[in-house]
């Protein structure tokens, strides 16, 4: 069971906007920043957002974080058919001392 | 460029060990942490650990003491995952990952191995 919790599942039509949620705790999302990695079935994880809400070089500003509180989001808006992938949201645990990672969200472009 | 490049797929057998090297290239071999991620069939992502390239030093998660083994070569540029005592329950994907950290060190993992799948089965 993942410390972090996310919808196992979301699915959106191509141009719409979609939301991920993860949520944590006092100990790691609320103290802590939040990542999110992008994963493609048989591939390694790639960064998507870091520190909460920056985007590393090359990925599209159709992807954004946010956090509020205990909880985090990835938005995605303009959906495409190639964002159909699983979405991962990361962050340290201050009390396990350890990173820590939602059990992933696999989102579906209909 | 960035790479981290791990050895390839094992089959061990339960009680055995196995030992996953990860050869870093294309930046300061000392200047950041490796990370080793473990994902199980289908599931999510679990942190088993880290080495310090400069120094050696290692941190592991604490389901995982006593049984991991995490090491590096500086001559060679490679940090080596060592698991003992292996059950079922172990066969997944391993990952060896870079940790970085922004302006304000706030960290992150930003380069990822492309895997390595363990099995372990009678």
């Known amino acids: 069971q993942s410390v972090l919790t996310q919808p196992p599942s979301a699915s959106g039509t191509p141009g719409q906007r979609v939301t991920i949620s993860c949520s944590g705790s006092?100990?790691?999302?609320?103290?802590?920043?939040v990542n999110w990695y992008q994963q493609f079935p048989g591939t390694a994880p790639k960064l998507l957002i870091y520190s909460t809400d920056q985007r590393p070089s090359g990925v599209p500003d159709r992807f954004s974080g946010s956090k509020s509180g205990t909880s985090a989001s990835l938005a995605i808006s303009g959906l495409q058919s190639e964002d159909e992938a699983v979405y991962f949201c990361?962050?340290?645990?201050?009390?396990?001392?350890?990173?820590?990672f939602g059990g992933g969200t696999m989102l579906a472009v209909l | 460029q960035v790479q981290l490049v791990q050895s390839g797929a094992e089959v061990k057998k339960p009680g055995a060990s196995v030992k996953i090297s990860c050869k870093a290239s294309?930046?300061?071999?000392?200047?950041?942490?490796i990370y080793w991620i473990r994902q199980a069939p289908g599931q999510g992502l679990e942190c088993m650990g880290r080495i310090n390239p400069s120094g050696g030093g290692t941190n592991f998660a604490q389901k995982f003491q006593g049984r991991v083994t995490m090491t590096r070569d500086t001559s060679t540029t490679t940090v080596y995952m060592e698991l003992s005592s292996l059950r079922s329950e172990d066969t997944a994907e391993y990952y060896c990952?870079?940790?970085?950290?922004?302006?304000?060190?706030?960290?992150?993992?930003?380069?990822w191995g492309q895997g390595t799948l363990v099995t372990v089965s009678s």
């Open positions: 294309g930046y300061p071999f000392y200047n950041y942490f």
């Open positions: 990361a962050a340290w645990d201050d009390t396990l001392n350890l990173w820590i």
């Open positions: 990952v870079r940790l970085a950290a922004d302006f304000w060190n706030r960290f992150y993992f930003d380069y």
């Open positions: 006092s100990s790691n999302i609320e103290r802590n920043t």
